[in-house]
T-cell receptor
Framework: KAGVTQTPRYLIKTRGQQVTLSCSPI?????VSWYQQTPGQGLQFLFE???????NKGNFPGRFSGRQFSNSRSEMNVSTLELGDSALYLC????????????FGPGTRLTVL | AQSVTQLGSHVSVSEGALVLLRCNYS??????LFWYVQYPNQGLQLLLK??????LVKGINGFEAEFKKSETSFHLTKPSAHMSDAAEYFC????????????FGQGTRLTINP
């Protein structure tokens, strides 16, 4: 099976712009979670999607949003980018919400100038 | 709410020496516990997990961890370090049947000296 795919792998944006990141889960996986990784804050949960519905959301401002499509692919969007949004954004997938193991993608490195 | 504390942001050992990375957790219910490894410019790879079965858990690459409820600990060990073990290691906690929301420790960077 192919692993979790995230596109693009690297992205450079300027303050005020918006960005969309994509995550394609492992075949058969329907649950997708997103995490932000920064040197200062570490790994923090952003949100979780299952069957096109957001099940949980972390403590992030409304500029961070996401969605999931019927094929389980997920996108996250960050509007009005700030310098502090520079981070590695990781998605993790599992076959269902109650399972114990998530599999991570390689991440998208976002740099905001 | 759950939390994880990893003691030591940097650990350095000699090749062939014992690796011990410490993790303590806090959870109001019996948790699931995980160790992930991250190599430079890569995502997270699962090393091992505790899901309420055996308390001594064996993972990939010769790593193992022991769940100690009385100490709320889940330390990661490897008897003999290899140069390829140099990476960042993360301990994480989740609640069985709950959200797919891992709570991570701050990570421990492991350096292996030749």
């Amino acid at each position: 099976k192919a692993g979790v795919t995230q596109t693009p792998r690297y992205l450079i944006k300027t303050r005020g712009q918006q960005v969309t990141l994509s995550c394609s889960p492992i075949s058969g996986h329907r649950s997708v979670s997103w995490y932000q990784q920064t040197p200062g804050q570490g790994l923090q949960f952003l949100f979780e999607y299952f069957s096109e519905t957001q099940r949980n959301k972390g403590n992030f401002p409304g500029r961070f949003s996401g969605r999931q499509f019927s094929n389980s692919r997920s996108e996250m969007n960050v509007s009005t980018l700030e310098l502090g949004d520079s981070a590695l954004y990781l998605c993790a997938t599992s076959d269902r919400p109650s399972t114990d193991t998530q599999y991570f993608g390689p991440g998208t490195r976002l740099t905001v100038l | 709410a759950q939390s994880v504390t990893q003691l030591g942001s940097h650990v350095s050992v000699s090749e062939g020496a014992l690796v011990l990375l410490r993790c303590n957790y806090s959870s109001s219910v019996p948790p699931y516990l995980f160790w992930y490894v991250q190599y430079p410019n890569q995502g997270l790879q699962l090393l091992l997990k505790y899901t309420s079965a055996a308390t001594l858990v064996k993972g990939i690459n010769g790593f193992e961890a022991e769940f100690k409820k009385s100490e709320t600990s889940f330390h990661l060990t490897k008897p003999s370090a290899h140069m390829s073990d140099a990476a960042e290691y993360f301990c994480a906690v989740n609640i069985p049947g709950g959200a797919q929301k891992l709570v991570f420790g701050q990570g421990t960077r492991l350096t292996i000296n030749p």
